[in-house]
């Protein structure tokens, strides 16, 4: 799984959704994005030896979606709602990404 690869695409998809506000938040972004990264192969790893079901993965997806989100927040440069769409934006990459390698 090339991780650099999906965190670049993760990043261009929340550029797509931030637009004005995306050079403030660039940087945050990809440092918070690199600091998840371990964990969603981790996550991974573990869907694709089958030492978890898709339930467990997909709740743990989406508890990664929420922290990378708070982390985002936290800035308090962007509206939540351009915040919003751009972490959803982030892991429909990731999610495709995932399932492709997995399926």
Do not use: C
Request: a positive charge; zero cysteines.
């Amino acid at each position: 799984m090339n991780w650099e690869s999906i965190t670049t695409d993760m990043l261009s998809a929340m550029q797509e959704q931030v637009g004005k506000d995306w050079p403030k938040m660039k940087e945050a972004a990809r440092i918070f994005l690199q600091q998840r990264i371990e964990r969603l192969a981790k996550l991974h790893e573990l869907k694709r030896s089958g030492s978890i079901d898709e339930q467990f993965f997909q709740k743990r997806l989406w508890e990664e979606e929420l922290l990378y989100r708070s982390e985002l927040n936290a800035l308090s440069i962007s509206s939540l709602a351009a915040i919003r769409r751009a972490t959803k934006a982030a892991f429909r990459v990731l999610t495709r990404s995932l399932l492709n390698a997995i399926f």
